[in-house]
């Protein structure tokens, strides 16, 4: 049956192309080739929130009077729509974990060196996008927790040098948080956010599809000239280990969506003392928590301001990276990147756990 | 002392303080011109040994609400600040007084105090009647009958470094209005030879009492200022104890639906000392539903006995009302809570929790009516509401253990999938 609809398309639309693509297309095998799994992990957590999403919308009334009683009447009322609700709270922090893993698996293994820059790049601007999501789709359900978190998210941009005012005034509507910026935050959450996304991706996909998977320094050097690396066919062998990984998470999906049900909350009173315990996400924690630590005033600067401006040098310098990290292009050992990949898992693992632990 | 020579006496006090504060109005109350001027009161009281005399122009001199509005010693005290010699400075003849006791202080104050028009410049807000009411208090009344040991207004709000009302170091701010009293009121050598009405000695354990309610834990724990201290139920300027009779009216100025319901019931007549029978006065303590009922820690025991007793009847109903919903709450909130941390939304019936909870409140209050026909339709009500929510736990439940089970289901099939895959994979590498 397959094959009649792959002969059926072969005459009308020539696919001998794609055939030898795919019957050709390998994936290195090596010690190191379970991290290739993250980037596919990521791509189907991503499918699993665009399916979850586009039902939930079916439903979901963004205005500050209804949006938390729609959301109250998805999980209550409509048939499965705590399944899709609560998978789609889960699926987002796993996919965002996933990004984050994949982008240090990818810094680690310095896979970012020529000629994959662009894939770096695009991977790089897609995990801000993924957080974009998750900073706006967190304001959705309109409860007291994701309001206040949003009022202090919203004000930290207020500390960005020249257009912090103009950026808040953006994000908000106005200069509160109020329904406008859930107009806001739910044009950027359904439309512009995956409009670019989905562009990414595809461009992201694209380049892995054209260059192929990076094979790892430490690799590399143990060959001998002229040989090339063992390879595993990318269809069926790779593209079966991968759906597996995916039927892994879809099972942890379910299980934390049956067992570990994501919260409502109350809803949203702008009019109400801030409730004890506002935090943003998790994936934020440690931002949050390094922003707090900051004296107010370090040499006569705001510090707030200053936390900001780091941060923003930061994602600068990590969108960069292959082009500062010479030596990985030049196919040597990168120490000082390894050591920068390093702190920055153990920035975020421990300041993610001191918030946890002050909060 | 006789009756008759008291009321003589308290006739000729009250004339001399009508005559003083009519005499001195028509000199009142401006600060003498100049203020700014050379003050010899001060520089002379600050070289003096004795501290009686040179600490009250220091006092002064840091923080007084009448020196901030211009106020100087002589605007109380009399004399001539410009003098350097002290006979001049303390001639009588310049209107030296001294330091104001008793009437004369009460006249002193009242100068400005009764004044209207004056206290319109300085505190428009504030009552200018502080002085006719201590006349009418056990505090005035004793001192126009010559009791020079009773308060004046310089006991409670200070003479130098006087501060405002509002000021959380004054004396009569709320929550240093009970130490304030405590300083005579607790102290039995300054408390000997005042008696009761019933002539027992007036007891000196009122703030020990007091810092033992619920209403001292509100006022000092709670930062409630609301909260009732001393003159919220004695008056301040016109303190005395409430009358037996008008002892539901004090508690009713902040309990009104309580005294209402209470003023209904057949213990309205009986009780000489209204709420104070069952919640006593200065120690009134968090009431609890074990007052009400007929075993050994509830106050209805301590009249009524005997299963056919009416009061017995009503008491042993009314706590069965409240237990059963009592019961009821605490089971459906722990459904709704439990069902809430599966992740279930019951806001709905959270919120009628809440209202079944109000039911339980409205109970407690009805029962002050002493008739079970109030309370019965109430915990009615609220068992009613509380049915509803046991209903919705079960279908969500219910609901709940589907879910589990489906979950149960689909993971058996995704592991059979992930399986085969395996297989399958392992079976192509075979190859």
Known sequence: MVQQVVDWLDERLDLSGLKHFIAEKGVPVHAQEIWYYLGGLTLFLFAVQVFTGILLLLYYRPSSTEAYESVQFIVTRVP?????????????????????????????????R????????????????????????????WNELSFFATKVGTGIAGSVPLVGGFLIRLLRGGDDVTGATLSRFFGLHVAILPAMSTALVALHLLLVQRQGMSVPLRVEKHLKPGERVRQMPFFPNYILRDVLVWYVALAALAALAAFSPWGLGRKADPFAAVPPGIRPEWYFLAMFHTLKLIPSHVLGFEGERLGVIAFGLVAVFLVFVPFVD???????????FTAIAIAGVLYLVVFTILAQIAS | MSSSRYWRRSLRSAVAVAALVVCARTAAAQPAAGSAATNTCASCHATLAEPKLSAPPAAFARQDV????????????????????????HDAARGFKGAPAGQTQIAACARCHSDAEVMRKYAPRQRVDQAAEYATSVHGKQLAAGDSRVATCASCHGAHGIRRVNDAKSPVYPTNVATTCATCHASASHMSGYMLAGKQPLPTNQLALYQQSVHYAALTKGNDLSAPTCNDCHGNHGAAPPGAGSVVNVCGTCHAVFAQKFSTSVHAQIFDRGCVECHSNHAVRKPSDAMLGTDAQSLCAGCHSGADDKGVMAATKMRGDIERLKAGLNRSSATVSALSNAGMEMSAQELAVGTARTRLTLARTEMHAFDPTHVTPVVQEGLATLAAVDKAGETATAELRFRRRGLAVSLGAILLVVVALAFKIRQLERR
């Open chain 2, 66 to 89: 009448h020196r901030e509005s211009g106020f100087t010693c002589i605007d109380c005290h009399g004399g001539d600040r410009t003098a350097a010699d002290k006979l001049k400075a």
């Open chain 1, 114 to 141: 020529k000629p994959r820059e662009m894939t770096w790049i695009s991977g790089m601007l897609l995990l801000l996008l993924m957080l974009g999501f998750g900073f706006s789709g967190y304001l959705l359900p």
């Open chain 1, 326 to 336: 010479r030596r990985s292009r030049d196919g040597r050992n990168s120490p000082v």
């Open chain 1, 80 to 112: 499965f729509g705590w399944l899709i609700r609560n998978v789609h709270s889960w699926s987002a922090n796993l996919l965002i974990g996933a990004a984050f893993a994949h982008f240090f698996s990818v810094f680690l293994l310095k896979s970012y």
